[in-house]
T-cell receptor, first 121, second 114 residues
Framework: AQTVTQSQPEMSVQEAETVTLSCTYD???????LFWYKQPPSRQMILVIR??????QNATENRFSVNFQKAAKSFSLKISDSQLGDTAMYFC??????????????????FGQGTILTVHP | GAVVSQHPSWVICKSGTSVKIECRSL??????MFWYRQFPKQSLMLMAT?????????EQGVEKDKFLINHASLTLSTLTVTSAHPEDSSFYIC??????????FGPGTRLTVL
């Protein structure tokens, strides 16, 4: 079974500054995906970024980037130029690669505990 | 992007009644959908996997007779909370798989049982 750990229950940052959210995971799988999701006060889950484990290059999406360290099983999220709209709960998630529709692990996400990020003006 | 809707967005019911929550994939077909439960400031807890045309697969500890799931079509899954009690009050979220590595979440349903 996989586990995902986010050790920072809450973080805060000033607008325009940079913040890094931590995530570690444990798995015996070699092929998998890692995700960061954002849940703003509306509670709508939004995909922030996705990383394929077989890709060594760190994924980036505009102001969001990850530091993926496969050997260390670490997957941190860096938010640059923080904006007020980044205030949300952030979840790190793990998904085993592949599988068939109807299979027991198909598309199944394992979430971390979440980190509440507050961006201050 | 793909859109998943949930209905209702919030519901209040009396203890002992049943409540049905719908999850629809609006612009794609989803053979697999998931149902989650979330308490305030906590993570999403997977309740069950809903597969079109077959029985749902429930996670350990989830009462299948209390949380009935029906995935009758490729765009609709329903969660029925039977004989609801105050402890069932929570935020329920569904998601639908577009591609195996890409799923989209509904906006959630807040259930309050009085």
């Amino acid at each position: 079974a996989q586990t995902v750990t986010q050790s920072q229950p809450e973080m805060s940052v000033q607008e325009a500054e940079t913040v890094t959210l931590s995530c570690t995971y444990d798995t015996s799988e070699n092929n998998y995906y890692l995700f960061w999701y954002k849940q703003p006060p509306s509670r709508q889950m939004i995909l922030v970024i996705r990383q394929e484990a077989y890709k060594q290059q760190n994924a980036t999406e505009n102001r969001f980037s990850v530091n993926f360290q496969k050997a260390a099983k670490s997957f941190s999220l860096k938010i640059s130029d923080s904006q007020l709209g980044d205030t949300a709960m952030y979840f790190c998630a793990f998904m085993k690669h592949g599988g068939n529709a109807g299979g027991t692990s198909y598309g199944k996400l394992t979430f971390g505990q979440g980190t509440i990020l507050t961006v201050h003006p | 992007g793909a859109v998943v809707s949930q209905h209702p967005s919030w519901v209040i019911c009396k203890s002992g009644t049943s409540v049905k929550i719908e999850c629809r994939s609006l612009d794609f077909q989803a053979t697999t959908m998931f149902w989650y439960r979330q308490f305030p400031k906590q993570s999403l807890m997977l309740m069950a996997t809903s597969n079109e045309g077959s029985k749902a697969t429930y996670e350990q500890g989830v009462e299948k007779d209390k949380f009935l799931i029906n995935h009758a079509s490729l765009t609709l899954s329903t969660l029925t909370v039977t004989s609801a009690h105050p402890e069932d009050s929570s935020f329920y979220i569904c998601s639908a798989i577009l591609l195996w590595y890409e799923q989209f979440f509904g906006p959630g349903t807040r259930l309050t049982v009085l």
